[in-house]
């Protein structure tokens, strides 16, 4: 395939090969739109990521991060390996990528499946140029304040007052209860939800009465799933499905509702904190039967809001504050243009997000790349 096969108004606007034979290292960096300022998107180690699956998750970024109002365009590294390599391999090749792209300036290192907050200090080491770093190194841990379930909760919150609805006693489903669903369960419960289902990849607990989310938290601790809850009706993992609520958020894997299971759903509104959850034919499924669907780059933005401030040397504190106001004020925003036009609210979220970035665009000599010195 022709690498400009993927060249359209937003980019990319550099796809790099990474090739250093010493130390064994093969990657792709994608940066793709950068309108708004440097890219930040994650590293993933995998053994089967392709140029494709790359420019798609860098492009996936140039869209949250401008929808998220960050003055930072989307990019997506990938370095091929076993994520599970062992710890002096992952430096090597950690430290090569970041050596061999100390120029790049238009890419900023974040975290992604197969590399975490060390990854991201020795990066730090090399080039001074990456995010989700250590606390000691002044870092915002946040998947340990849960910068991205504090975020689904404010999207929540902004789409019940759409639906003329509130928190109070509603009934919430989790499916996935890691880094994301956790806490948004924590949250939820705090504001007054009744949590009456979550699962992990173990199995369902069920109660009608609501869960313990502190219980739960303790169990996942000590290595066990959320089935193993005492208090709780023990369900198969996908029969969180067809369990009724009126608040589904699904925080676990890509495409766990498509075509064939999205009649199960019983719910008014589905809060999207995995990534692509749903496949785009039951979002328009769901959309038909008035299902409310906050599309996941709007509603999970938290994570990289986080991240953002923390580039720019925020504490939590402001973090936290930051991602509710964004997130409140850019699911209002997607409400009311799904309310003016009658679009599915994953459209409003693309024409929200391009928007942003044709203004930004307009507003530079060239489109994609800065000649500008200091652009980071
Ligand atoms: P995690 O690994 O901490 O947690 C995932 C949870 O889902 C685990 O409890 C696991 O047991 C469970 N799980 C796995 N497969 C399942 C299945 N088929 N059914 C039900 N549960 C299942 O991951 P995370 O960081 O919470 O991320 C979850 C999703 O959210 C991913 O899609 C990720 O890309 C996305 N996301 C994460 C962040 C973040 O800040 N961590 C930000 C934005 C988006």
Known sequence: MDLFDYADEFGPAKIIHLYEPSVGLKGILVVDNVAMGPSIGGVRIAPDVSVDECFRLARAMT??????????GGGKMVIYGDPKMPKERKQQLMRAAAASLRNEESY??????????????????????SVGLPRELGG????????TGWGLLHATEAALHYLNSSLTNAKVVIQGFGSVGKHAARFLAERGAKIIAANDSRGTTFNPQGLDIAALFKLKEAG???????????????????I????????????????NNVHRL????????ANIPI??????MLFEKGV?????????????????MEYHGATAASASETIEEKISHNTEKLLSIVRAKNILPREAAIQMAAERINKAMSLRRWSLFSSAPHFI
């Open 108 to 129: 900023i290192f974040g975290p992604d499946m197969g590399t975490n907050e060390e990854c991201m200090a020795w990066v730090r080491d090399e080039i001074g140029r």
């Open 140 to 147: 915002i841990p946040l998947d340990e304040i849960g910068a």
């Open 266 to 273: 019983k719910t008014r509104l589905i809060v999207e904190g």
């Open 279 to 284: 496949t785009h034919g039951a979002e328009k």
């Open 224 to 242: 066990k799933s959320v089935a193993d809850y005492p208090e709780g009706q023990r369900l198969e993992r996908d029969e969180i499905v067809d």
């Open 244 to 259: 009724e609520c009126d608040i589904w958020i699904p925080a676990a894997r890509p495409d766990v509702i498509n075509e």
């Open 292 to 308: 409310l669907c906050i599309p996941d780059f709007i509603a999970n933005a938290g994570g990289v809001i986080c991240a953002a």
């Open 63 to 72: 869209f949250k991060n401008a929808a998220a109002g960050l003055p930072h």
